[in-house]
């Protein structure tokens, strides 16, 4: 009789493992998608996973292997795994470190376009009252260079901040001779209808990037953007022009907003940024705030609406690289970036602790300072929740530690949110008590009718789907996932 047991033995063992914090969501009838606390993932067949929790997969199953590899088990074999785990974790949450990278300052609430879909509720072009004065620039400033982050970025909105130029050229010239240390980027978001040599030539001495809104074909964007003389397109063009030439080919990038117009032209809408050279999209939906609710603009489709024309519009760009041009689409680009890295891209949107005054804060012309670009949308609603403060009456500690700002954050840290927290993709979610207050008057909301929740879930099992049954779409979104790819 042999002094060994057959190796049938072995292969057949159930190993001793431990399973490590996880959680797993049904992407169809037949897999599931399994995270980890660092938002590793896998798919697995709903018998492996059965298997899984009920400790009864052998160790020498594929999938256990790649399971102890991305630290979702632990055994004899894995001593270190946990603190691995840990310092995935960690490094997910480094970001929390550099406190208010973005900071905008909204230097004039006029504009001379009448946007329907207008989430600021801009106001009219020779409303003076409606700039902001050096006395709010000047304590504003002095708050941003106060801000932990070693990096920051001013912002500067509107309304059309180009309006109020000179208080543009002020607040630069002030904060590069403050600065001290601190390592600062500006950009101004304009839709270039007022761009000029003058402002060109300023932009390019302090390296100025611009940030413009193109929606699209000209019949599209002007019908969107209207202004007199039914030109916003042109000038749009013609500013992108101007400024590439001043500024370079990557000065300038350019959002859109998806209105009910657009849907059914999404690849006219890539067709004309792939013209224009640029190197990708965000396929943004509209949001609940300002004249977009009061027009209705917002209620014109539902988020399955969005969905089919974001879908279609991310398989048209799968398309052009299947064909050799690159390009991509940026809010998945966000997404993956937090499923297969460990970087935290710092989109406000997608951030839990939530990314209100952690990832940006607004300085108001009038002096109020708000939690995020939303919050202060919501203000011109009239609801003024997330005013956290205001520059010529708050220090930096009573704004920045306010109940105003760290009672939202801490109520819908998704980790701690019924539902948020049982869910598969909470490690790439965000917690937006913004959007949720202003749709149902608190931070967390109800998330089976939740359509930011319902929106990204979608998102989350699509892209996840798509790289698993298309190893080009893999390698593609791999790429994409690199922030500075």
Not at 444 to 469: A, H, Q, T
Request: charged residues 25%.
């Amino acid at each position: 009789m042999s002094k060994f047991q057959p190796i049938e033995f072995y292969k057949n063992k159930t190993h001793s493992y431990e399973l490590l914090p996880l959680r797993f969501e049904a992407l169809d009838d037949q897999s599931y998608v399994v995270t980890n606390m660092a938002g590793e993932y896998l798919t697995l067949p709903r018998d492996k996973l059965s298997k899984l929790v009920k400790h009864q997969l052998t160790s020498s199953d594929p999938d256990y292997i790649n399971l102890r590899a991305r630290h979702f088990l632990v055994d004899d074999k894995t001593s270190i795994a946990k603190d691995l785990l840990a310092i995935k974790l960690r490094t997910k949450y480094s970001n929390l470190s550099e406190f208010t990278g973005l900071h905008i300052f909204v230097v004039s609430l006029r504009c001379e376009h009448s946007c329907p879909y207008c989430q600021v509720s801009r106001a009219s072009d020779d409303k003076v009252a409606f700039d902001m004065s050096k006395e709010v620039a000047d304590k504003s400033l002095d708050l941003a260079l106060k801000a932990p982050a070693q990096n920051i970025k001013i912002e500067f909105q509107g309304g059309e901040p180009l309006l109020n130029f000179p208080l543009i050229k002020y607040i630069v010239e002030r904060a590069e001779s403050l600065r001290g240390t601190k390592n600062i980027g500006y950009v101004i978001a304009t839709n270039l209808a007022l761009i000029n040599d003058q402002v060109l030539e300023f932009c390019k001495q302090h390296k100025i990037q611009i940030s413009t809104s193109l929606d699209g074909p000209k019949d599209l964007h002007n019908h969107n953007r209207p202004r007199k003389g039914s030109n916003s397109y042109e000038k749009a063009i013609e500013g992108i022009a101007s400024t590439r030439r001043y500024l370079g080919k990557y000065s300038v990038s350019a959002l859109m907003t998806t209105t009910k117009a657009s849907l059914g032209r999404v690849k006219e809408i890539i067709d004309e940024y792939v013209e224009r050279e640029f190197g990708g999209i965000f396929l943004r939906p509209l949001s609940p705030y300002g004249f977009a609710l009061k027009t209705k603009t917002y209620a014109a489709y539902d988020a399955e609406k969005w969905h089919e024309f974001f879908v279609e519009g991310l398989e048209y760009i799968i398309e052009l690289n299947r064909r050799g041009k690159e390009f991509r689409e940026f809010y998945a680009a966000t997404i993956l970036s937090k499923m297969l890295t460990s970087t935290e891209p710092g989109y406000v949107d997608l951030m839990s602790p939530a990314g209100i005054g952690i990832g940006a804060v607004v300085y108001n012309y009038d002096g109020k300072v708000f939690a995020s670009d939303e919050s202060r949308m919501l203000a011109e609603m009239g609801e003024n929740k997330f005013q956290i403060g205001h520059v010529l009456k708050d220090t930096y500690e009573q704004i920045f530690l306010s109940d105003a700002l760290l009672d939202p954050i801490e109520e819908s840290f998704a980790y701690s949110v019924p539902m948020c927290t049982d869910c598969a993709f909470e490690s790439y979610c965000g917690a937006d008590p913004v959007f949720h207050y202003g749709i149902y008057k608190d931070f967390v909301g109800r998330k089976p009718d939740s359509e930011f929740c319902n929106r990204n879930m979608k998102i989350f099992k699509y892209l996840i789907k798509r790289m698993e049954e298309d190893s080009f779409v893999k390698q593609l979104f791999t790429d994409w996932a690199q922030p500075n790819a």
